[in-house]
């Protein structure tokens, strides 16, 4: 069934559809609407699952948490200051192996405070052991939801996932939404049926100490962990693809082929940037886009494979690490070999600040001048 | 794809009549996107609200810089802010007001169509808000239908309908009646 | 540099240079009126007013300051009706404001 919603509700439909048995939220602009359309729907008696009320993220996530660990599918939604707020639980979830869907809705840290996108909220989180997916429209967040339990929950991963959108560019964004039907969702996505649990007839003491001599074998396992994630990720979005008609990868890579500029870029941007290559090849300007949809486990595969080809490539970020550069520039220069196509870093969009084609024109434009640079920042005031 | 930019200030409704025109695009099996630029959000402000309609897959994710309609509710924001920079050639303004379409000269763009309506009083005529701050994004879309031809008047009828909850039916007979009183 | 006004009053700022470090207004607060998108202000009625403070105590503007009566200062009263509400002796009227 196809409909018009929001990102914002489209990723409210999937937790339903994904069968969550307990969500607990804090509300947030512009994540808001994500949490009063849940409440709502288990007020009316609509979705079976408990609705925790809580006075804050951090027990938001705290709740999800316990009930995950007592063996139920949990879903919660926040953004930026809501984010940074559950940090601490956030290292938790990744390192008690626990299978929560967050959905984030990407907006600028204050101060200044601003409401408006920015992806350094989600970056920040980078090493907690989450994996991290950014969308480029509102089916791909709907998707995306419902792909993070197939894989999060799979044998060998138990990972929790980060599900980004751009603060109004998609949470308050209408667009067309395929929901599928129930059936063949459930198909997709079985019960979860954790292998060990929170369990009075079998009590065990989860997350204590842990010594030296274990604790450093546990990270190990967290990395195999996404290590398997990564081929979960592959297989699944295929599966997926026959199932319900859109395939998925770590990244998506737009006419890139034969290009001879990529712009490597995540997000809503992704998709601006599409219509920047689309109006440059009009030109006789062989433009493609690599769309990164996992920051973590990070595509190195995909990224040496398609730039591997090209004479020049950019990263957009709408993110910065103060100190150094654009945080997937880094990323991607730490995998492309040295001899790799010159690759040139731009911040783009802070704050909410538009990316319009004719932004991303310039920067495919600028990479074909060959004077490569870390960090170029976009319409900057001068 | 055409492109539309609503103006209004806040409490008028912009950004749920771009929604709603997105609403009736999909009904006649387009692809559509709609969204608002939040800015201060307080009752008077100015807002700006988005509609793209398409027959291919809309994958731009920006604001509109050349709409190929403007939709502005509030006749006074067509001197505040530089409403028409960005018109396409032959492009379409429709606004709510009591003047007529001589009131608003546009400079600079060619070919450009331009279409009023009082809809602040059809939105009255209907009980749609308040006589200081009367209702307009559902009356408006009747005159966006007939001067745009973009969706049919029954489309917008039907979207109104189905996601107006308070007094569906006079909002959807609100934009029929703008939709009458417009001639060419 | 000084920074240009807009016609509405806000600042408008070409430069980064002109922009301070911090993320601190350009101007002061003093000048700065913010109560233009009230759309009711509180009125304190006298007679019934006990003076018990609870008003001044709740406005998280806060634009009520104590006195006998205490006084709504309404260049920065955004009308949140927060003192209307919470005032236990029914002694701040809701008014509209004219448009």
Known sequence: MKKVLTGNFAAAYAAVAARVQVISAYPITPQTTIVEILSELVARGELAADFIKVESEHSALAACIGAQAAGARTFTATSAQGLALMHELIHWTGRARLPIVLANVNRAMAPGWSIWADATDAVSERDTGWMQIYCEDNQEVFDSILMAYRIGEREGVLLPTLVNLDAFFLSHTSQVVDLYDAERIDAFLPPYRPAVKLDVADPRSFGALTSPDYYYEFSFKIQKAHEAAAQAITETGKEFGTLFGRSYGLTEAYRCEDAEVVLVTYGTIAGTAKVAADRLRNRGVRAGVLKIRYFRPFPAEDVVRILGRVKAAGVVDRAVSYGQAGPFYTETRSVLPGAGPALTGFIAGLGGRDVSVADLESMFLQLREGKPSPLVWIGVKP | MIEIRFHGRGGQGAVKGSDLLAMAAFREGKQVQAFPFFGVERRGAPVTAYTRISDDVIRIHCFIYEPDVLVVLDPGLMSAVPLTDGLKPGGTIVINTTLDKSAFPVTGIPDVKIATVDCSSIALRYGLGTPEAPIVNTTILGAVARATGVVSIDSVADAIRERIPNKPDLNAQAARDAYDRLHG | ?99
């Open chain 3, 1 to 99: 540099m000084k920074p240009k006004i807009r016609k509405d009053g806000t600042v408008a700022v070409e430069k980064t240079g002109d922009l301070p470090d911090m993320p601190v207004s350009m101007g002061s607060m003093k000048s700065n009126k913010t109560a233009s998108w009230r759309s009711i202000r509180p009125v304190i009625v006298e007679a019934r007013c006990k003076r018990c403070m609870i008003c001044w105590k709740v406005c998280p503007e806060p634009a009520i300051r104590p006195g006998d009566p205490p006084v709504v200062d309404l260049d920065y009263c955004k009308g949140c009706g927060i003192c209307i509400a919470e005032c236990p002796f029914d002694a701040i009227d809701s008014e509209k404001e004219g448009k």
